[in-house]
T-cell receptor, first 113, second 116 residues
Framework: SAVISQKPSRDICQRGTSLTIQCQVD?????MFWYRQQPGQSLTLIATANQGSEATYESGFVIDKFPISRPNLTFSTLTVSNMSPEDSSIYLC??????????FGSGTRLTVV | AQSVAQPEDQVNVAEGNPLTVKCTYS??????LFWYVQYPNRGLQFLLKYITGDNLVKGSYGFEAEFNKSQTSFHLKKPSALVSDSALYFCAVRDSDSNSGYALNFGKGTSLLVTP
């Protein structure tokens, strides 16, 4: 199965700033997903990112707050913009191909102060 | 619409005893079902999946799960629990109908505590 390298693993950021999270995959994949896991909560889908098209955002998430880049089939970024303490979460990228194995990155633990 | 329910926030079991972590699902088509485990300060690790075929699925670390279509369940089981199994377990589902999207829908998670 594919291997994902997600960076950074953790960060502490000042409110009002932005953080860009990167996911690099060791093979080409069509579909990538970005999830948020708030403290003590389950995973919530932020958006689906397919190469060559705009990301599709779930209800409650908007592009201005969480812009996503998918320049090729092995790379994607998620930016958390104008951060507030409520954005403190673990952010994870994931791959999925037609319902088969879904691989997850190791996650980015974000703390906004 | 698709959803997953994990009715137990926490499951406690003594080491050496069998464990069960419950999961029920709802999809409009056929389900693709997954179990993941999350250790503290770690990412999600894949345990097992059901796509099609045999209803009893065997996965990593001695875990298995049984797909029951009539009860819309996919309970995770292990015959003999280890203290090191203590972690947070997530059940996830995806509808085989691609019109519902390809992303996984996760349950709220069940914390498993195995005591010596």
């Amino acid at each position: 199965s594919a291997v994902i390298s997600q960076k950074p693993s953790r960060d502490i950021c000042q409110r009002g700033t932005s953080l860009t999270i990167q996911c690099q995959v060791d093979s080409q994949v069509t579909m990538m997903f970005w999830y948020r896991q708030q403290p003590g909560q389950s995973l919530t889908l932020i958006a689906t990112a397919n190469q060559g098209s705009e990301a599709t955002y779930e209800s409650g998430f908007v592009i201005d707050k969480f812009p996503i880049s998918r320049p090729n089939l092995t790379f994607s970024t998620l930016t958390v913009s104008n951060m507030s303490p409520e954005d403190s979460s673990i952010y994870l990228c994931s791959l999925g191909e037609q319902g088969e194995g879904y691989t997850f990155g190791s996650g980015t633990r974000l703390t906004v102060v | 619409a698709q959803s997953v329910a994990q009715p137990e926030d926490q499951v406690n079991v003594a080491e050496g005893n069998p464990l069960t972590v419950k999961c029920t699902y709802s999809v409009s088509g056929n389900p693709y079902l997954f179990w993941y485990v999350q250790y503290p300060n770690r990412g999600l690790q894949f345990l097992l999946k059901y796509i099609t075929g045999d209803n009893l699925v065997k996965g990593s670390y001695g875990f298995e799960a049984e797909f029951n279509k009539s009860q819309t369940s996919f309970h995770l089981k292990k015959p003999s629990a280890l203290v090191s199994d203590s972690a947070l377990y997530f059940c996830a589902v995806r509808d085989s109908d691609s019109n519902s999207g390809y992303a996984l829908n996760f349950g709220k998670g069940t914390s498993l505590l195995v005591t010596p």
